[in-house]
Nanobody, 116 residues
Framework: QVQVVESGGGLVQPGGSLRLSCVAS??????????MLWYRQAPGKQRELVAS???????NYADSVKGRFTISRDNAKNTVYLEMNSLKSEDTAVYYC????????WGQGTQVTVSS
């Protein structure tokens, strides 16, 4: 079983920055962390994929965050990061980390609120 824990959310003003972290641990972690993904879900909206990164470092981003968000990972620490810059009010959401493709393993989420 793989456990996934996010941290780093909070309240930030528009134009500000935050860095989210996600640590994966447990049995089966190597296969499960081949790809790590960040999703977000805003109130009243469907969960959407924000960014993903493979164990080899290949990244993908949603169009809405390209140029503002950066996903990275430290394989030795089984940790993935989401650096968020130039934050907008529409980035307000609960951010979730998922380890692995398909059903994968989800964290509990961390709230990001962008507001003045």
């Amino acid at each position: 079983q793989v456990q996934v824990v996010e941290s780093g959310g909070g309240l930030v003003q528009p134009g500000g920055s935050l860095r989210l972290s996600c640590v994966a641990s447990g049995i089966g972690i190597i296969d499960s962390t081949y790809v790590m993904l960040w999703y977000r879900q805003a109130p009243g909206k469907q969960r959407e994929l924000v960014a993903s990164i493979t164990i080899g470092g290949r990244t993908n981003y949603a169009d809405s965050v390209k140029g503002r968000f950066t996903i990275s990972r430290d394989n030795a620490k089984n940790t993935v990061y989401l650096e968020m810059n130039s934050l907008k009010s529409e980035d307000t959401a609960v951010y979730y980390c998922k380890a692995g493709a398909g059903a994968g393993y989800w964290g509990q989420g961390t709230q990001v609120t962008v507001s003045s």
